[in-house]
């Protein structure tokens, strides 16, 4: 025998013998997650973990050591291909990096739900479970602008993003802030090539308190002006807050987010962020282990949402100081659906 | 052996005329005609600080001719000062641990732990806030003994051992915290004390926060530590040539226990000063923490091999990273040609030194 | 061997075995004040051991080391440098970053009177650099520009100089000097001789470990020759030669076949 036929051998009885190993325990689910320091990760976790546990299921959990670790993502694909898991709920670091071992693990028979972030192309994954995140920007900015009134036409606006590698999340809730607020996007994959001259500038805070401080101090001293800020989560969102109240401009801004953290939310109640977009991480990891338990038991597949090359988890405007025609909630309400 | 004595004459007779020609002094040092380039490196080499220092002049100069008035207003000059203190403080942990000719991977991690642990103990177990900060330090200082005695008692290197302890420190302060953040307003009900660092003082149109003035104070006492007493000489020794350093009865690893006990400790300070700039304690704050303090003690001039450098150089060097951020952003230059900066400005500053050592 | 007049460093019977190795036999040593000894002997024959002995370096098994007629108990080079004894290592045991001052100092800093220096425990560097440029100048070495200078940018020799004008500031009676001239070139061989003289002649002792015949010849008053772990012979520069001293070193010569006798007065 060649080379190849023994391995193709030994790869055969190993994928006979796992399902034989596997019979007897409780169905595999991997979810992989992007790191797991940021409390939508750990509550994402602990959600899927409680989902699993009711209904019977061996959830096994793996993360990134850093947003961009592609290879540890890699890894844990792999092991949960040998591990005869069922399937797999993804956050992907690289969504494009990770495609050839979503493919092998497609191959394989498992079935592979990406969560929170698409994967390019989106159709790599069988289902994928997210926030619109254009939306929750969309809603935040409509409220900002009704807000605002006739003022918006002259307002003042900073946009603290992510980082500079414009990843999907960051562009698409910067795009759908501006669009909300009636900017013209421009390039709507591209954060920054906008021309409005409401827009003061663009400045990254890697998702975090110290990073929104220093990007709202620096965009201050490029305009004391400023009246409008959109932030890309609420870390960040409460770090700007500290440099405007140290400039002594806290009550004169508005300040707009994305989360529904529950620390994000105790600061709209406080005044602190006007609006922000929640997500819901745990429903996206529990409809996610629902779907893959009935695809082990049925063969079934999920169905994107309408309109929409995903499943959409939902998103729910949060503020204290509705407007007309914009659904929203109250931060009391918020701190009852809120994570973290 | 007969001829025994003639030889010796004959011996003692040549000996004697070497000894008359040869000079008569034993050591002399004399003076020397040098060119541009070599006078140039005997200053670097006795000041190492000047460089740093150079490049920061030139920078701030640069920024006000391109930005204008906006850069050079005493606020925007302050704003400066508070965006590096936090780097500057764990820079001074830092350089104390370059300076053994060590390397602490694990400042920003010991930071981010104690933040939490100040934290928690004001807020969620209700301790007074001034115990809780005191706990917080004394967590710092148990964290760089740790250190300490994995590199002295087991000889481990200590990038190696860093290596570790970062990532056992982060973990613990992952499962601490519950990876959950506690609020701004939570701490400035409880437990005001913690925000201290971020307030305020007017002065002359600057605004100074006292975590800044903290730092300032703290490079001042370090650097009297290292240049007035006995125990920074020793520091310097053990990093420039243990064995030497040991031979002249220094207790080589008593010093490095107390140069990593001392940074971590600082470290915790170095949390103060976090809690205070953005209210919040998170533990995902610090994630680029320990690079940067490295970024701060390389650009300062202090060498990576060991006893060499000026502990204000560090300051030197944050001060030149904040230069270049805050101008660059205000100039609105993309943020990736202040990632690339960053790095041309290590890298000059490692062939600097590279080029300055040699004697 | 001399009786009547008193040592300043002596040994009797020193025994030291590691294993099978016996790197001490029973070794005997003396010194007198004021004079230069040389000690010289092969590879092996011990003498470096002799010398850890005699600095602190070196518990022995078996035997006495006297000083100044008292009998001490070096358990380790810091108890040898208390009690008086300096030793010049080969490797000069500088810190090159450090300035001059600094490296003479370094170990034993004096600290400023006072609250200064009981609290603040402040360095009294004026002090220090004023006895170092003393203590340099004192040996010859003349025209300091820069007592602030780093040791490292001294030459071989210039280190050297340092390194011995440490040892005599704080000697109280004997200096060991382990291959100074190894590293050095002719001229600056010469200078540093010269230096060793100039510590002899104020008053200390020296122990001089070297492989070099014509400078052991010509500095040293006295020459112990050390073998198989014993004091073989005690010789002096007028009275053998130094084909002799190496003949009786290698075991080409006895000892007792020289006009002189095995041990020289």
Known sequence: MNKKSIVQAVMLATALSAPFAMAADKPVVGLITKTNTNPFFVKMREGAQHKADAMGIELRTFSGKFDGDNQSQVQAVENLISAGAKGILITPSDPAGIVPAIERAREAGLLVIALDTPLSPATAADATFATDNFKAGEMIGQWAAATLGDKAATAKIAMLDLNSSQITVDVARDQGFLKGFGIDLNDPDRIGDETDPRIVGNDVTSGAEEGGRRAMENMLQKDPEINVVYTINEPAAAGAYEALKSAGRADDVLIVSVDGGCPGVENVKDGVIGATSMQFPLRMASMGVDAILKFATTGEKPQTTEGLDFVNTGVELITDKPVSHIGAKSSSEGLTMCWG | MANSSTLKTTETADHELVAASAGGEVASFEKETLSLVEKTHRFFHANPTAAPAIVLLLAVIAFSIIIGERFLHPFNMSLILQQVTIIGILGIAQTLIILTAGIDLSVGAIMVLTSVIMGKMAIDIGLPAEIALLAGIAAGAIAGYINGILVTLFRLPPFIVTLGTWNIFFALNLWYSKSETIRSQAIEQTAPLLHWTGHTVEFFGAKLTYGSLLMVALFALIWYALNWTAWGKHVYATGDDPGAASLAGIRTNRILMSVYIVAGAICAIGAWALIGRIGSVSPQAGMTANLDSITAVVIGGCSLFGGRGSIFGTLIGALVVGVFRNGLALAGVDVLWQEFTVGLLIIVAVGMDQWIRKV | ?265
Do not use: C, W
């Open chain 3, 1 to 265: 061997m001399n009786n009547d007049k008193a040592t300043v460093l002596q040994a009797r019977g020193l025994v030291k075995r590691y294993g099978h190795v016996t790197a001490l036999d029973g070794a005997d040593f003396d010194l007198y004040p004021g004079e230069i000894l040389a000690v010289i002997g092969d590879n092996g024959a011990g003498k470096s051991s002799l010398i850890k002995a005699l600095s602190g370096a070196l518990v022995p098994d078996r035997g006495t080391v006297k000083l100044d007629n008292e009998t001490v108990n070096f358990k380790s080079p810091m108890d040898a440098r208390n009690a008086g004894i300096e030793t010049v290592y080969q490797n000069l045991a500088v810190a090159p970053s450090l300035d001059i001052a600094d490296n003479l100092y370094l170990g034993r800093e004096q600290l400023r009177p006072g609250i200064l220096g009981k609290v603040f425990r402040m360095l009294d560097k004026k002090a220090m650099h004023d006895n170092a440029r003393q203590k340099l100048s004192e040996l010859g070495l003349l025209t300091i520009q820069n007592i602030n200078q780093a040791v490292e940018t001294l030459s071989g020799g210039q280190r050297q100089g340092v390194a011995v004008a440490r040892s005599a500031a704080f000697a109280k009676h004997v200096v060991i000097m382990d291959e100074p001239t190894a590293a050095l070139g002719v001229k600056e061989s010469r200078r540093v001789l010269n230096l060793i003289k100039d510590v002899r002649d104020r008053g200390l002792s020296v122990v001089l470990i070297s492989h070099n015949m014509p400078h052991v010849f010509e500095v040293a008053d006295r020459i112990h020759i050390h073998r198989l772990g014993k004091r073989h012979a005690v010789i002096k520069p007028d009275t053998h030669t130094m084909s002799e001293a190496v003949a009786i070193m290698t075991g080409a010569m006895d000892p007792h076949e020289h006009a002189s006798g095995a041990f020289a007065a």
